[in-house]
Nanobody
Framework: VQLQASGGGLVQAGESLRLSCAAS?????????MGWYRQAPGKQRELVAT???????NYVDSVKGRFAISRDNAKNMVYLQMNSLKPEDTAVYYC?????????WGQGTQVTVSS
């Protein structure tokens, strides 16, 4: 199973980005939950957003109302729409998926928000 994250970049505060996570080797419907973590320099990895197999979503307080996670089972993709970005959102973002017997991580994609 591989999770491939993409869509990061350098933007100014207030702008938007959409991250994509492509799953290969397994259908995303087989994951109990999928989501995005982020890790800023010198900080611990933080869970940003999750979406379960039944479509329930959860967000860390700092991104509520600005970020939206979604999934497209037909395309085997998970997305993170990030609006009103702030400099404190700067981090490497990682795609993650959980199955009954373990979790899977994708490589990170850098998001940099300038003030």
């Amino acid at each position: 199973v591989q999770l491939q994250a993409s869509g990061g970049g350098l933007v100014q505060a207030g702008e938007s980005l959409r991250l994509s996570c492509a799953a290969s080797g397994s259908d995303i419907i087989s994951f109990n939950a999928m989501g995005w973590y982020r890790q800023a320099p010198g900080k611990q990895r933080e869970l940003v957003a999750t979406i379960t197999s039944d479509g329930s979503t959860n967000y860390v307080d700092s991104v509520k109302g600005r970020f939206a996670i979604s999934r497209d089972n037909a395309k085997n993709m998970v997305y993170l729409q990030m609006n009103s970005l702030k400099p404190e959102d700067t981090a490497v973002y990682y795609c993650w998926g959980r199955k009954t017997f373990g979790g899977y991580w994708g490589q990170g994609t850098q998001v940099t928000v300038s003030s």
